[in-house]
């Protein structure tokens, strides 16, 4: 069975960055698309970024446009998420997934982490 673990959360002032990592180990994730999840309290679960098992193909969410950027190296069974220019409102669980199904098919991922606590002071 496959286990993703992230790391990199933490407190941080407004306009500041944090580098979030998620390790897989157990299965070679390497033909899966990842994806990194954020969840707030009172909110929906949302997909803030996500790439194709080659990196060739990304998705971002409106909200994290030019902020985020996520990328994977394959050869150490890990994905990040660098995020720059942090808000208030980027203040969240953050947690990366996996599926074999299409990077935007939200519901199709399988596999997920327990999560990084990420905080973002005004």
């Known amino acids: 069975q496959g286990r993703l673990v992230e790391s990199g959360g933490g407190l941080v002032q407004a306009g500041g960055s944090l580098r979030l990592s998620c390790a897989v180990s157990g299965r070679t994730f390497s033909s899966y698309a990842m994806g990194w999840f954020r969840q707030a309290p009172g909110k929906e679960r949302e997909c803030v970024a996500a790439?194709?098992?080659?990196?060739?193909?990304?998705y971002y969410a409106d909200s994290v446009k030019g902020r985020f950027t996520i990328s994977r190296d394959n050869a150490k069974n890990t994905v990040y998420l660098q995020m720059n220019s942090l808000k208030p409102d980027d203040t969240a669980v953050y947690l990366c997934?996996?599926?074999?199904?299409?990077?935007?098919?939200?519901?199709?991922?399988?596999?997920w982490g327990q999560g990084t606590q990420v905080t973002v002071s005004s």
């Open positions: 790439t194709t098992w080659s990196g060739m193909s990304t």
């Open positions: 997934a996996a599926t074999t199904g299409r990077i935007m098919s939200f519901s199709s991922y399988e596999y």
